[in-house]
């Protein structure tokens, strides 16, 4: 376990809360390991193929879509570009 301070502020004062904090280990991912986990993600919620769903979204097929998932897509695609 990796201890993590946490400083909260408290009518002037600053008081320290020492807790334990999990390991957490990071993999990343190739260009195509993203294209493939973002690829499967958009075939699911949006019935087209990566490479479609780039036009689309590029051409402003999306804009004004209010979808969570969109959004989620759209954070996404430093994985895939």
Not at 35 to 60: K, N, Q
């Amino acid at each position: 376990m990796n201890i993590a301070v946490r400083q909260t502020k408290v009518s002037g004062w600053v008081h320290n809360q020492v807790m334990n904090a999990p390991v957490i280990e990071v993999e990343e991912l190739t260009i195509d390991q993203g294209r493939e986990m973002v690829g499967r993600i958009v075939a699911e919620r949006f019935g087209v193929g990566l490479d479609e769903f780039l036009i689309c979204l590029d051409r402003g097929d999306y804009d004004g879509l209010r979808s969570s998932t969109l959004h989620n897509i759209i954070a996404m695609l430093p994985f895939v570009r």
